[in-house]
C-alpha cells in the first residue's frame, strides 16, 4: 500500500499570504494524485486532480504540482474562506489512499 | 444539481451489522463509479471501498471480508452493508461520486455509524 505524508500538518497563515502544502508518496505515483478542501462540518471539495488539472468552479489561486513522489498544493494568496483542512489522495491505483491532512489557520 | 443523501447510520454493538444507504440524484448513476469515504472522530479521510459502473468493486484492507459494497442502478442507490463492526470503524461515512479516475467531485453530507457497546 502506498502511503501518503503531508506536511506541515498545521499551517499558520494570514489572509493574503501564500501558502504551500507538500504531500509525498511512499513510491512513484506518477500524476494520480488530488486534492481536496474540507471544512468543519462540510462535505469535502474536490480542488485539483491528477496533480496539476483544477476541477470545475475552483478558483484560480489553487494550483497542483509535482509527479512521482513529491507533490504541492500552492494557494497564492488566502482568502478568509480558504482556512480548512487539506488532504492528497491517491487516485487511479488500488487501494486509493488519502494522506492525513493539512490544517490551514489563521 | 447533484445530490447525494446518505442514511442508515446508527449506535452498534460490536460484532454488530449495519447498511448504509447513498441515495443519489442529477446524474447519470449507473455510469458512474462511486465509493464510500469515512472519517473517524479527530482523524483525517480514510477510503473504504469502490464500485465501478460495470459494479467491480475494491476495498481497503482494513474492511475486506466484512463490508460489502453494492449499488441498485434501477433505485440510483449505493449500498454498504458492515458485518462484524468494530469500535475502529465508528466514524462518518460518506458517500463520493467518482469525477475522474476515482477522484471524487461529489460527496454527501455524511451518516454517523457509532461502534460501542
Known amino acids: 500500500e502506498i502511503v501518503l505524508t503531508q506536511s506541515p500538518g498545521t499551517l499558520s497563515l494570514s489572509p493574503g499570504e501564500r501558502a504551500t502544502l507538500s504531500c509525498r508518496a511512499s513510491?512513484?505515483?506518477?500524476?494520480?494524485l488530488a486534492w481536496y478542501q474540507h471544512r468543519p462540518g462540510q462535505a469535502p471539495r474536490l480542488l485539483i486532480y491528477?496533480?496539476?488539472n483544477r476541477a470545475t468552479g475552483i478558483p484560480a489561486r489553487f494550483s497542483g504540482s509535482g509527479s512521482g513522489t513529491d507533490f504541492t498544493l500552492t494557494i497564492s494568496s488566502l482568502e478568509p474562506e480558504d482556512f480548512a483542512v487539506y488532504y492528497c489522495q491517491l487516485h487511479n491505483n488500488w487501494p486509493l489512499t488519502f494522506g492525513g491532512g493539512t490544517n490551514v489557520e489563521i | 444539481e447533484v445530490q447525494l443523501l446518505e442514511s442508515g447510520g446508527d449506535l452498534v454493538q460490536p460484532g454488530g451489522s449495519l447498511r448504509l444507504s447513498c441515495a443519489a440524484s442529477?446524474?447519470?448513476?449507473?455510469?458512474?463509479?462511486m465509493s464510500w469515504v469515512r472519517q473517524a472522530p479527530g482523524k483525517g479521510l480514510d477510503w473504504v471501498a469502490g464500485i465501478g459502473g460495470d459494479k467491480n468493486t475494491h476495498y481497503a484492507e482494513s474492511v475486506k471480508g466484512r463490508f460489502t459494497i453494492s449499488r441498485d442502478n434501477s433505485e440510483n442507490t449505493l449500498y454498504l452493508q458492515m458485518n462484524s463492526l468494530r469500535a475502529e470503524d465508528t466514524a462518518v461515512y460518506y458517500c463520493?461520486?467518482?469525477?475522474?479516475?476515482?477522484?471524487?467531485?461529489?460527496w454527501g453530507q455524511g451518516t454517523r455509524v457509532t461502534v460501542s457497546s
Open positions: 463520493a461520486k467518482d469525477f475522474w479516475r476515482w477522484a471524487f467531485d461529489f
Open positions: 513510491q512513484s505515483i506518477s500524476g494520480h
Open positions: 442529477g446524474f447519470n448513476f449507473g455510469n458512474n463509479a
Open positions: 491528477d496533480a496539476s
